[in-house]
């Protein structure tokens, strides 16, 4: 397998078995690509030509992973530091700098204190998903040294969203267990193939995992 191929296909492919649950969901609610509820001018077209659209799935991926992963990895790896503390402690930067959503909740709330309470909740959950998704991104980029893989995989996670599964009241009960099934089996497998599916020999050599 080409190298690009597997920088950007492989990992793309591991970061999805999480969204397997909600991803069995959409196909049962029919809003899958191809499928009747979806469309492709307000679901991609209209998104992609906004820019809230341009900056959440193109630039955060591509300025964000370039600097917390591409740029700050290296340093932190050139100075010595180990890769614990660069998988687990440097992405807390990653997930302080989704803070100055804070302010923007705030005023869109109404700027009183029920909004300001709202927007803590909010950004502090938004910075531990953050974090952990940091966890993961630079995991991944010190096991496959491809700055395209975290890039790949922050879109991706960016189009998903965190997994939201409100709409599976709305299946019949097979299907509902279908979904159920799925997302417990995703997690399984996610965690099983963590290390197979990004091993550092499927994507040429890695400077920071020796």
Known sequence: ??????????????????????????????SLPGQDRFDFHRDVVAVLSSLIGIRNYIMAPITE???????????????????????????????????HHTWELF???????????????ITGFQFLYTTVFGWYASFLFMRT???????????????MGFPDLGDINLLFPLAKKMTYIAMISGLAIFAKTMYPLTDPSLYGRSLYWT
């Open 1 to 30: 397998m080409k190298l690009w191929v597997a920088g950007i296909f492989l990992p793309v492919l591991h970061v999805a078995l999480l969204f397997l649950g909600p991803l069995v969901l959409g196909g049962f609610m029919k």
């Open 65 to 99: 992973e370039w600097i917390f992963r591409g740029c700050m990895i290296l340093l932190l790896h050139l100075a010595g530091f180990s890769k614990t503390y660069i998988i687990f402690v440097a992405p807390l930067y990653f997930g302080l700098a989704h803070i």
């Open 145 to 159: 040294g491809n700055i395209m893989s975290v890039i790949a995989v922050h879109a991706f996670c960016n189009v």
């Open 107 to 121: 005023h869109a709330g109404g700027g009183n204190l029920s909004a300001f309470k709202r927007a803590i909740l």
